[in-house]
């Protein structure tokens, strides 16, 4: 009995002198492909060829069942792998579990930026440790250690060999860019990002990877790993918001919608919907927050990590004493409609 596959993923990728990964680019990859095509490749036994590139052999195999299971999309990615001198791959991941190979952490990168699956919704253990860093060209990805050589290469024959940066992860647009979003600048968004249609990432702008916004959005500070934002959310220029990698530890912070964070303020704990932190305040889990009543009174004082996850909240800072304080806030943040059309 064929049993049901995680996701699977067709890809053409950049090796270094050793025959090692450096990057995979697959151009359809699926989630839960269908009973079908589960059937149609399920002994081609690809779960072992997960980090081998593809024989000729293998190719002209994976092509034929893709064109006998009527699957067009699929079959035309595997017609095109048959025709390449590149290195190719084809991933089967059974289940969704830490990625193990370059490919397979590759694969989940792009399932995330392709929108198949949200933030948090792919297990991504271990990534960084799979992932190689690698300097990123106008020639492509190319091993550190070959760097030197390709530079004097490139200078001999009169060019430059423009070295981009100097990562694990590359810019996510140089493998997907998704439907209905603006970026400013590219290198600013990671592979791996979830970037919602109507989004809006500025210059200054930068999302990492398994983070992103669930809608539209205007996007001007750092959204750092693991932090989602909702639809209708403006983060201000020059604010961010701690994630997962620095200094947020395994509690998931999140934006909720028509929220707006203010130019270089900050949250360090998650926020409800219409929620608004004024321009210039950074409140981190264990901020004291005084709760102000509608008569202006202060009620009690609390750690804004216990106002985690709570609605229609103002956070601001009192220009005579300086203590952070909280009311309620019945304005919702108003995205401007002409600002995320971006048909």
Not at 123 to 135: C, K, M, Q, R, Y
Request: aromatic residues 4%; negative net charge; proline residues 4%.
């Amino acid at each position: 009995m064929t049993t049901n596959i995680f996701a699977l993923g067709l890809g053409v990728g950049t090796h270094n002198s050793n025959g090692e990964w450096l990057d995979i680019f697959y151009p359809k990859p699926l989630l839960y492909p269908t009973p079908e095509l589960t059937a149609c490749i399920a002994n081609l036994d690809l779960e072992q060829a997960n980090n081998t590139p593809l024989s000729s052999e293998q190719r002209s195999q994976l092509h034929a069942a893709l064109v006998a299971c009527g699957d067009a999309g699929q079959a035309e990615v595997a017609q095109q792998l048959c025709n390449s001198d590149a290195p190719t791959v084809a991933v089967l991941l059974r289940s969704d579990e830490a990625p193990a190979t370059v490919p397979e952490a590759y694969l989940k990168l792009h399932l995330l930026s392709h929108r198949l699956v949200k933030p948090h919704g792919t297990d991504l253990t271990g990534l960084f440790g799979i992932l190689p860093n690698v300097a990123w060209t106008n020639e492509g990805a190319v091993d550190l250690a070959e760097l030197p050589q390709r530079q004097l290469a490139a200078r001999l024959k009169g060019e430059v060999l423009e070295v981009s940066c100097v990562d694990k992860f590359p810019k996510m647009t140089n493998y997907v860019v998704p439907e209905g979003v603006r970026i400013a600048h590219t290198a600013r968004v990671r592979l791996g990002a979830y970037l919602g249609k109507g989004t809006t990432v500025m210059h200054e702008g930068f999302v990492n990877f398994n983070a992103g916004t669930i809608g539209p959005g205007m996007i001007e500070g750092r959204i750092s790993a693991g932090v989602v934002i909702g639809a209708g959310s403006d983060l201000g220029g020059g604010a961010s918001i701690i994630g997962t990698l620095s200094g947020g530890g395994k509690i998931v912070i999140s934006v909720g919608e028509e929220c707006l964070i203010g130019a270089n303020a900050g949250i360090g704990f998650p926020l409800g919907d219409r929620c608004t932190v004024e321009a210039g305040l950074y409140v981190t889990a264990g901020t004291k927050v005084s709760m102000i009543a509608a008569d202006g009174k202060t009620v009690e004082r609390v750690k804004a990590r216990e106002l985690a996850g709570k609605s229609d909240l103002l956070f601001r800072r009192n220009s005579g004493s300086g203590a952070v304080e909280c009311l309620t806030n019945r304005s919702a943040v108003e995205l401007n409609a002409e600002l995320h059309a971006h048909n």
